[in-house]
């Protein structure tokens, strides 16, 4: 099993780690030569999950890997660490990432070089830095659990409304209300409420758009289809997190009974797959 | 009685900075003056970290103490001086007052805006003083460098990093993260490794014998000392020896300058947890030192072999061995044998002079078994004037102190104080005439000298 790779963009992929580690700390990486995906899951059934997946040439270049598992290689690894690892070499130049062993452990190495000192100049003096993650491979029974959740075909599709308009509305509920329901129908509004015993709380959200679907428009989407899901409102906020990567735009599905899926698809060409579980 | 004033918001800000780095080690500040220089001291509770400012008189720009004045000496809560000097940017003049007689400290702040503060904070006195005996001197090796070099590299270790290990190398320094693998989550931990190159130092004099040797010690200290350095973009200068050695930390080379800042640390010992490993090399010592005895010529470079092979060991292999062991055994003579080595003595005691050699390391002191703990304490240091002694064996054995004579004396409290204040209240008046206008306004905190009567309040107030 090897794996080395120099990374040429650091910021996202930093900033694509600090989002999805909301979800959890611990996140499955699967690195292969086209697609690198981050998989982050909770270990109750009803967590939430979320599926990221970025094109590897737009993060790494020089990728050589091999495997005996059709050249994938499938880690567990603890995202603020490696967060904090590859930030440290945003000024850096030539950050390369091995897969490496310290003893019985095995470890992400990333050895970049930075210029010491502040403010540019190429004259300064340079430092090396290495630094290493901690990994776990994972075993192939791990690897055939790692599936996508069974969810049903969704009967409403909308894309969210700015996300900062959205996350100041869920911050808000999120300070009395354990869950927001959210109502969707095929004719471009959304309803966020949150509700307590003696109060209830809804922004009405309109003029949203759709999807267009492929089917060659045979016909449009039935606009009284309503579907109403009800989440956890601090997973809901964990998702609002990944305004950082500056999504081009946020699709969410509701499947009643079932989940959010929230798909969202960035400038970088990094689209991430939420799954926000339905509660109650 | 002691009094001096700054007038710069500059030097003002300096003067908070150093504050604040002593408060990031200890929890009370020790004063003293001298003949020329007002010194601040603190230590850590488990003293295995020891800072010293000391300001010249040329430092400030008034300043009121005579050489043949009685040094003061005395002790006073830092947090508290500290909180005085929150809104520092503001300040345009700063008094700081010491009158032993009354027992209090009183700073006096003027902000640019007009707004006058007076903060008053009541002392211990103190019949000596601790200082560590410790020097540059006694450091072959010297590494000066930007702090803000130091700063940015540590910027880039992972975020609950506790201690650091300095390994110098002939062409580099190595500055690694440092992972206790018995506080366990090894698997867990972001190790960072940094190499900066000697090129990057504008002083590097590291003595061969001393190449990968590893100095670890806890980077809160070295953390701010450099940030002490880096508000006026200094350079931290680095003293030190052989692991298990104190390491200074300090912002000038040579203790001139008319601020000096001296941080001294107590670096981990290297002790070989397996026995093993310990009785080898005993054996090995032992058959090293009769080798010294009888060829002197050829000795140095042999033990200098010796020394390296022991000192430099495999980062990885250690932490090995550390995660496999449940107590620590010391190495009392193998350490006594490198202490030799690195001082040319003979065999005999290892003891003389080497008064500075072992400081006591909290972490460690926490993982000691109950028998070595006693030992420790034992050895922990009331008459302080004995060197290290080579007889007990402990991980740590302490820094040794100067006490400049008997234990803390304490006066009695507020009461006899207040008193003392009342009847010589009338005395002060007449004599300092700046002193009339605050002392009317001052307010009332738990620190302060409580001054409540006040016979001439009327007339003072009339007069403002």
């Known amino acids: ?28 990486l699967k690195l292969d030569k086209t697609r690198t995906r981050f998989i982050c899951q909770t270990d109750l059934v009803d967590g939430s999950q979320v599926w990221a997946s970025v094109k590897t040439g737009t993060m790494f270049s020089q990728f050589r890997i091999e495997s005996q598992t059709e050249d994938q290689i499938y880690l567990s690894v603890d995202l603020p660490n490696f967060a904090r690892a590859v930030r440290s070499g945003e000024q850096a130049t030539d950050m390369i990432i091995r897969l490496s062993k310290k003893g019985s452990q095995p470890m992400l190495s990333i050895t970049m070089s930075v210029q010491s000192g502040g403010g540019t100049g190429g004259d300064r ?22 599936n996508l959740p069974a969810c049903d075909q969704p009967k409403v599709e909308i894309y969210l409304p700015q996300l900062k308009e959205m996350r ?113 | 009685e002691m009094r001096a004033a700054i007038h710069d918001n500059g030097d003002i800000r300096r003067f908070a900075q150093s504050l604040r780095c002593l408060s990031k080690v200890g929890t ?19 003293q295995s970290a020891y800072v010293h400012f000391s300001f010249h008189r040329k430092f400030f720009h008034e300043q009121s103490w005579r050489a043949d004045d009685e040094p003061i000496k005395c002790r006073v809560n830092l947090k508290a001086c500290l909180a005085s000097f929150k809104a520092v940017s503001s ?102 490794e940094s190499a900066i190159q000697r090129s990057a ?88 030192s009769q080798y010294v005895s009888s060829q002197a010529s050829d000795s140095e470079s042999l033990l200098d072999d010796h020394y390296q092979a022991a000192a430099a060991h495999n980062y990885h292999d250690r932490q090995q061995q550390q995660r496999q062991q449940q107590q620590h055994h010391h190495h009392h003579q193998q350490q006594q044998l490198r202490r030799q080595h690195d001082d040319n003595a003979s065999m005999v005691s290892a003891s003389s002079g080497d008064t500075h050699s072992m400081m006591s390391f909290d972490s460690r002191a926490t993982a000691m078994s109950k028998k070595k703990q006693q030992q420790h304490r034992h050895q922990r240091p009331q008459n302080l004037n004995d060197s290290v002694s080579s007889d007990a064996p402990s991980s740590a054995a302490s820094l040794s102190y100067d006490y400049t004579g008997g234990a803390d004396k304490r ?34 905190t738990p620190q302060a000298a409580t001054m409540s009567q006040y016979p001439d309040a009327k007339r003072s107030r009339n007069r403002y």
């Open chain 1, 1 to 28: 099993m090897r794996f080395r790779a120099n990374i040429h963009n650091p910021k996202a992929l930093g900033l694509l780690c600090q989002t999805i580690q909301k979800v959890n700390k611990q996140c499955t």
């Open chain 1, 125 to 146: 003096p340079r430092h090396e830095i290495t630094q290493e993650v901690p990994v776990r491979v994972l075993t192939a029974n791990e690897i055939a659990n790692l």
């Open chain 1, 168 to 280: 100041n509305v869920v911050e808000g509920m999120r300070v009395f209300s354990p869950h927001v329901s959210l109502v969707a129908d095929m004719a471009g509004s959304l309803t966020l409420t949150g509700i307590t015993n003696t109060l209830t709380t809804s922004t009405y959200f309109k003029n949203l758009e759709h999807p267009i679907k492929d089917g060659g428009g045979m016909h449009q989407p039935d606009p009284t289809i309503k579907t109403e899901c009800k989440v956890d409102v601090k997973k809901l906020c964990h998702f609002l997190q990944v305004q950082l990567l500056q999504p081009r735009s946020v699709l969410c599905c509701l499947v009643e009974n079932c989940a959010v899926i929230l798909r969202v698809s960035t400038v970088d060409e990094i689209t991430l797959v939420y799954f926000l579980p339905c509660v109650g």
């Open chain 2, 28 to 46: 009370e500040l020790s004063i003293e003056t001298t003949e020329d220089q007002l010194i601040f001291r603190s230590l850590n509770q488990s």
């Open chain 2, 91 to 192: 300040m345009s003049c700063f008094v700081i007052d010491i009158r032993p007689d009354k027992m209090y400290l009183r700073f006096r702040i003027e902000s640019a805006s007009g707004l006058k503060r007076v903060y008053t904070f009541d002392f211990e006195q103190q019949s000596n003083v601790l200082q560590a005996d410790f020097s540059r001197d006694l450091c072959p090796n010297v590494v000066v460098a930007p702090a803000r070099l130091l700063s940015k590299c540590l910027s880039s270790f992972r975020a609950g990093l506790t201690e650091v290990t300095l390994i110098p190398k002939e062409e580099q320094l190595l500055i690694v993260s440092y992972s206790d693998a018995e506080a366990g989550n090894l698997q867990n931990q972001l190790q960072t």
């Open chain 2, 201 to 288: 130092f504008h002083k590097y004099h590291v003595s061969p014998k001393f190449y990968n040797a590893e100095i670890t010690f806890p980077v809160s200290e070295l953390r701010a000392m450099l940030s002490f350095c880096e508000h006026k973009d200094e350079d931290i200068h680095l003293f030190f020896r052989a692991t298990g050695d104190p390491i200074l930390l300090s912002n000038n080379a040579d203790g001139s300058a008319w601020c000096c800042a001296d941080t001294i640390v107590a670096t981990l010992q290297d002790d070989n947890d397996d026995e093993e490993e310990e009785q080898a090399a005993t054996q090995q010592a032992m058959s090293q």
């Open chain 2, 411 to 444: 006066y009695a409290g507020s009461k006899r104080r207040l008193a003392e204040q009342n009847t010589d209240h009338d005395d002060d008046d007449d004599d300092e005439d700046g002193d009339d206008e605050y002392d009317s306004y001052v307010e009332p």
